[in-house]
């Protein structure tokens, strides 16, 4: 009841044909000609340095605040002991 069924005579397996290969690989080239102008490359260029120097801006900016609430965390407690 449990056991599988096989069937009789089993299909064969499809057959896959290539194509030809390309007489003339030698000819072809990899990549696509791509032409980028120097504005683009200069706009890519300031836009990193506008985001570098932003990301700087801000790690200074939380360093600088995580030292003040360290501060004011010391000078609370200590002000409440008294």
Do not use: E, K
Request: aromatic share 4%; net charge positive.
């Amino acid at each position: 009841m449990f056991l599988p069924q096989y069937p009789d005579s089993p299909t064969p397996p499809p057959a896959h044909t290539h194509a030809p290969a390309d007489p003339a690989p030698a000819q072809r080239t990899p990549f696509p000609q791509v032409s980028i102008s120097t504005g683009a490359i200069a706009t890519v260029i300031v836009g990193g340095v506008v985001l570098t120097a932003l990301l700087a801006a801000v790690a200074v900016t939380a360093i600088s605040v995580a030292v003040a609430a360290v501060v004011l965390r010391s000078m609370l407690r200590d002000h409440h002991r008294r």
